[in-house]
Nanobody, 117 residues
Framework: QVQLVESGGGLVQAGGSLRLSCAASGRTLSNASMGWFRQSPGKEREFVAVISSSGNTTSYADFVKGRFTIARDNAKNAGYLQMNSLKPEDTAVYYC??????????WGRGTQVTVSS
């Protein structure tokens, strides 16, 4: 069974930083693109960032460009989201997603990020 587990969320003041981690088990992440999504109360889940299986290609939502950085370490079977200059509107549950070739999409259960003003 393939599982993704997020960690690193918490409460931070506006302007602060957090680093989210996504640990995979049951399958190697080197065969998967990875992404981060988020969902705020009353809103639909939205795309934040994605990174290719090799790590050579990344893409970001406009609202996080220049503030967030997605990364991965295939040797550790993990992915990361470095979040800087956090704003109250970044408050959400952040979800890790991996799309495995020949297997499909897997989601983590999410980690809460709360940014106070």
């Amino acid at each position: 069974q393939v599982q993704l587990v997020e960690s690193g969320g918490g409460l931070v003041q506006a302007g602060g930083s957090l680093r989210l981690s996504c640990a995979a088990s049951g399958r190697t992440l080197s065969n998967a693109s990875m992404g981060w999504f988020r969902q705020s109360p009353g809103k639909e889940r939205e795309f934040v960032a994605v990174i290719s299986s090799s790590g050579n290609t990344t893409s970001y939502a406009d609202f996080v460009k220049g503030r967030f950085t997605i990364a991965r370490d295939n040797a550790k079977n993990a992915g990361y989201l470095q979040m800087n200059s956090l704003k109250p509107e970044d408050t959400a549950v952040y979800y890790c997603n991996a799309h495995f070739r020949g297997y499909g999409n897997v989601w983590g259960r999410g980690t809460q990020v709360t940014v106070s003003s």
